[in-house]
């Protein structure tokens, strides 16, 4: 692992740093040139990982509209029969407070995307009616999945 975090462009930190609005990974402020002095196995495993996850979360989500935290903890879940919100956590194995921020950006992402299309459906024709069906809708209509 090691000779592979040598062969990265930019330095990065031994660590994990906070994640940015909407759950996204940040890089440093002021990108780095990394030394290229080759392998990097001189480095504590923490050091490693970290580096390496945060490239490629940083790389998801250059081609992704969503977070990978957003998308590893929450989507991945998800199903179009719906759930009942207090087993996300659960289902995720991530605290509720996380929950609760991942779905309000996943709200606030739809209902920029798609306004008020999802909205204004009835029981009749078979499509969600409740406030919270809709929302689903929207995040599902937003990850590709209807």
């Known amino acids: 692992m090691g000779e592979l975090v040598g062969k990265f462009e930019t330095e990065l930190p031994d660590c994990l740093p906070i994640l940015g609005y909407g759950l996204f990974s940040r ?5 780095v040139a ?26 998801f989500e250059k081609e992704s509209d969503l977070s990978l935290a957003i998308s590893a903890n929450v989507m991945r879940v998800l199903n179009q029969e719906g759930m009942r919100l207090k087993d996300l956590a659960i289902m995720t194995g991530v605290s509720r407070e996380a929950i609760s921020v991942a779905l309000g950006i996943l709200l ?35 990850a590709g999945q209807d």
Request: charged content about 30%; some cysteine.
């Open 34 to 59: 990394a030394k290229r002095d080759g392998d990097k196995s001189g480095l504590l495993l923490h050091a490693l990982l970290s580096k390496v996850l945060l490239t490629f979360a940083i790389d």
């Open 27 to 31: 890089g440093p402020e002021r990108p």
């Open 108 to 142: 606030e992402e739809t209902d920029r995307r798609c306004g008020d299309e999802a909205v204004g459906w009835t029981v009749e024709d078979g499509s969600p009616h409740t406030e919270g069906q809709r929302s689903a809708a929207r995040v599902w209509s937003i």
